[in-house]
């Protein structure tokens, strides 16, 4: 399952926080997308009130994450990660289970 960074984490409460809704509960929603200029495929990152009804639902960190199904499955061994910039959150994502990865307690297990 694609776990986040707490940075990641951070990111992600700072960015739903700014979703007004009333019984929703916000999140960021990974889905399959296009690649910039057309080539390959890309996934693509987008505020969202509530999930699709296939999505996968992913909450660390009181983060809120929903992936659609394809997503889900590209991402299944994964681990998300953020990065404040000046001009916003660049978000990245890598593999899971390295030794020292910002997603890992040090011992090899998600944190």
């Known amino acids: 399952m694609l776990t986040l ?27 399959p997308g296009m690649a910039p200029g057309g080539e390959g495929t ?11 009804s296939s999505d996968q639902t992913i909450e660390t960190h009181g983060a809120t ?7 889900a499955e590209l ?3 994964k ?3 953020a990065e404040m910039r000046d001009e916003g959150v660049a ?12 997603g890992m307690n040090g011992e090899g297990f998600p944190a």
């Open 79 to 81: 681990v998300l990660d």
């Open 75 to 77: 991402l299944e061994d």
């Open 65 to 71: 994450v929903y992936l659609e199904p394809e997503a």
């Open 91 to 102: 978000f990245e994502v890598r593999e899971q289970g390295a030794m020292g990865d910002p």
């Open 5 to 31: 960074t707490p940075t990641a984490s951070e990111a992600i409460r700072q960015l739903t926080d700014q979703v007004p809704t009333e019984d929703a509960t916000p999140g960021v929603r990974i889905a």
């Open 42 to 52: 890309a996934l693509e990152l987008s505020l969202v009130e509530a999930p699709e």
